[in-house]
């Protein structure tokens, strides 16, 4: 029996803002809010936080 490899990609049909966190919510299978309301908490600390989505929304391949 052979399984397909689970893979990370930007989702087409839930997306707010480019589709990375139903992507990433979709690969750990996690309810998108959660890795949205995630982002929205890293905000409130120091870093380069909006820069990393950026990159991954052009480096992860969409659905």
Known sequence: MTTAAKRLHRSRTDKWMGGVAG????????????VRIAFVASMLLPGPQVLLYLVLWLVIPQD
């Open 23 to 34: 992507g990433i919510a979709d690969y750990f299978g996690v309810d998108s809010t959660w």
